[in-house]
């Protein structure tokens, strides 16, 4: 057992360098061999008469809402599921940033909460082989509920070997963003709707010499923030996803031809100046902020930021609007960008947590219709009204108890619409829905080892070489060594793994 454990903690220093960007080879020296599989064995069971749980939720700006005299763990709708549930929970959320660094602390501390968000897929499997995770087959039979939400398909995303060692969070959209356009200035500078690459160029190029902003910001200072805030660009060429499809076979989109006429296209707009100068120290969360200063005219943005986005400038700016726009489309058609993955987060029970089995009751209420309800609108009487059978809630009853979303460990795409539509959010979302969208056929894989230790070493050394690519640090015309080097780092290696799984599904 103290091997076990002291494998599991060198595990997670490994995932804390990675989170801090100490080691680019991290993963590979914290996977463990094949025979320091999940263990199969459960902690002992808690008392029944212990209704205390412990839950570490995502971190959302929401936190920041809360009323004087209430927190996360004192407010009337926490009161509420309390006394509902029968349970005593206690929340806490990680950090806004370096989440994956407090992930690690928190598990090689000892003292672990009954329920544990890890986002990454990767991390996900790279622990839960390390035996970091209590084996849930057993503890998923107290959750009912629960089960019936979910297809096959997405509860088998926590399985690890075989094993469930997660509740899988549903994604209960299949799109986040799209790209969002300053129209107004298309208005004023009689410029019709772009719909191809090249006229978006020629957009891009009209504002900076009439407006001298910046006509698309996007950003490179995070680990994903490449494929995050360039995937309607990259669509055109499509190369959005992280993988596409050839001869029946799987492929790293990242070494194709059109990856190469994609980064070529990248760096011409970067050498006129027609994209942000600053990307490579620019973080997603920061985007935003340069379309709301009036410094930028589009980027690639989230639904929910669009909103944010349209309500402060209509007081910076009252002329200024804001639209999603036709993604571009390119030369031979192509246009898209990637589906969201099946969950977006996985739900853990750790090794040695106190409660797991009334971590799983609770669950099992939190996915009743009831529990999730009040998550959607609040307190009936208090935050909405019923009026003909009818939910009655204005957008400011809804933004006023924002902080709910806090305690979502469970939701469906029913629950989601409502509350879109109770807080003002469907004119924003309802647009992206008509874009194309790209599959990944990777989110939809099994744990496979070769392939899961070696794509965040690859992953980065490709967001590493785009920036040198756009930039002009280094010449295109080393492409094809590009190719080599990502081959031989692991990229043919992990491609083949996964071909295995993906050529006999």
């Not at 969002?180 to 019709?192: P, Q, S, Y």
Request: proline residues 5%; neutral net charge.
């Amino acid at each position: 057992m103290k091997r076990e454990r002291r494998k599991v903690f060198v595990s997670l220093i490994a995932l804390s360098m990675l989170a801090v960007g100490c080691s680019s080879n991290g993963g590979d020296n914290a996977q463990s061999s094949s025979s320091t599989g999940p263990t199969s064995s459960t902690t002992a069971s808690a008392s029944p008469k212990n209704k205390n749980v412990k839950i570490v939720n995502v971190y959302n700006t929401a936190a920041e809402t809360f009323k004087s005299g209430m927190e996360i763990n004192n407010n009337p709708i926490f009161a509420l599921h309390q006394q509902k549930s029968g349970y005593n929970p206690t929340f806490e959320l990680l950090p806004k940033d370096d989440s994956k660094q407090k992930i690690s602390l928190i598990l090689a501390s000892g003292d672990v909460p009954d329920l544990l968000p890890i986002g990454s897929k990767e991390d996900f499997y790279k622990l839960a082989r390390q035996g970091a995770f209590l084996p849930l087959d057993d503890l998923i039979k107290k959750a009912p509920n629960y089960q019936k939400l979910l297809t096959k398909e997405e509860l088998d995303v926590g399985r690890v070997d075989g094993k469930l060692y997660a509740f899988p969070y549903p994604n209960t959209t299949s799109l986040a963003k799209g790209l969002l356009l300053r129209t107004d200035l298309l208005a004023e500078l009689n410029l019709k709707q772009p719909t191809t690459l090249d006229e978006y160029y020629q957009v891009f190029k009209t504002i900076k010499e009439k407006k001298g902003m910046i006509p698309f910001t996007f950003a490179a200072g995070g680990p994903e923030d490449i494929d995050t805030s360039l995937g309607s660009i990259a669509g055109a060429f499509g190369v959005s996803s992280r993988t596409v499809v050839k001869n029946g076979k799987l492929e790293f989109a990242y070494t194709q031809p059109e990856f190469k006429e994609f980064l070529t296209f990248m760096k011409k707009l970067y050498d006129e100046g027609l994209v942000d100068r600053e990307f490579a120290v620019t973080k997603i969360s920061n985007v935003k902020d340069k379309i709301i200063s009036g410094q930028a005219a589009a980027a690639d943005i989230f639904w929910w930021e669009a909103k944010t986005i349209a309500d402060t400038l209509a007081v910076k700016i009252p002329t200024a609007k804001t639209a999603y726009t036709t993604l571009p489309v390119g030369a031979t058609g192509k246009s898209g960008i990637i589906q969201e993955p099946v969950t977006n987060r996985f739900s853990t029970i750790p090794k040695g947590a106190k409660n797991p089995e009334g971590m799983a009751e609770f669950l099992n209420y939190f996915s009743s219709p009831e529990a999730l309800k009040l998550q959607d609108y609040g307190i009936e009487g208090t935050d909405y009204k019923v009026e003909n059978g009818k939910v009655n809630q204005t957008v400011e009853q809804s933004t006023a108890i924002g902080w709910r979303i806090l305690y979502q460990i469970m939701d469906t795409k029913e629950n989601f619409q409502n509350r879109l539509a109770a807080k003002g959010f469907v004119p924003y979302y309802e647009p992206l829905t008509k874009n194309a969208q790209v599959k990944e056929e990777t989110f939809y894989a099994p744990s496979i080892d070769a392939y899961d230790k070696k794509l965040t070493d690859l992953t980065t050394f490709k967001n590493e070489n785009v920036v040198k690519f756009i930039m002009g640090a280094r010449n295109l015309n080393e492409w094809d060594a590009f190719v080599k080097e990502f081959n031989s780092r692991g990229g043919t290696a992990a491609i083949d793994a996964m071909n295995e799984w993906y050529t006999k599904k």
